[in-house]
């Protein structure tokens, strides 16, 4: 699944110093670095990291930089200790709630991915204007609830973020609601770019940017 951090439509892309671009690559390092936890790995050098995962040791070095000296010299990053500290920086040391607009394929798959369900984040509620399925709930149990009830679930669970799964004729509309409920970060799928919002941060996902580069680059390889 693209990054939640691709396609950054409000201002706000860069806070401390960190750059959209590098937030994206702290992701990977988390989850890097996650592995390497589990496998029992105390402690890491950039090009240990880099070479276990594909990655660039200068950039490693270039993007710890930018949130604090972290590495220990001869001794390289403790692995656990670093993986905390971009959790902080990346702000899920502490779980999100999160609701899904929209009860169609998209939606409740998100809602039971489990992506969308540990590791700083929670799904707390499912939306949705089709009466046949307001009232009931995904196969992993998030309620699905009639638009009504936005307003009042936001401000009961505090959430903070709003995803937008609907079509594309719809999601201006949900995204005024979302706003409109107080939701101060919406993440949208539906394949349109949606308008700023003053104290709104909105990021798009468009799967078929992902697919024209993958296009592109089986052209370039002499697939045409």
């Known amino acids: 699944m693209p990054s939640p951090l691709k396609g950054l439509r409000a201002s706000g892309a860069e806070r401390d110093g960190v750059s959209e671009f590098t937030t994206e690559r702290l992701s990977i390092y988390l989850r890097c670095l996650a592995q390497l936890e589990a496998a029992g790995t105390e402690t890491v050098s950039s090009a240990r990291l880099a070479e276990c995962f594909h990655l660039n040791s200068a950039q490693i070095r270039k993007d710890l930089a930018c949130i604090g000296e972290l590495g220990i010299r001869g001794v390289g990053y403790r692995v656990a200790s670093l993986r905390e500290h971009i959790a902080r920086t990346l702000g899920i040391d502490r779980t999100r709630p999160v609701v899904i607009f929209g009860a169609g394929n998209l939606g409740t798959a998100l809602a039971d991915h489990r992506g969308f369900n540990e590791n700083g984040f929670s799904v707390v509620a499912l939306f949705d204007d089709d009466p046949a399925k307001t009232g009931t709930s995904t196969r992993n149990g998030v309620a699905i609830h009639p638009v009504e009830r936005l307003r009042e ?28 409920a107080g939701i101060p970060a919406i993440l949208n799928f539906a394949p349109v770019q949606l308008e700023l919002r003053d104290g709104v941060v909105i990021k798009c996902v468009d799967l078929r940017i992902d697919l024209e580069s993958l296009s592109f680059a089986l052209r370039s390889a002499g697939r045409s």
């Open 153 to 180: 679930i936001v401000e009961r669970e505090r959430v903070e973020i709003g995803i937008i799964a609907v079509p594309a004729s719809a999601a201006h509309i949900v995204c005024d609601l979302l706003a409109g």
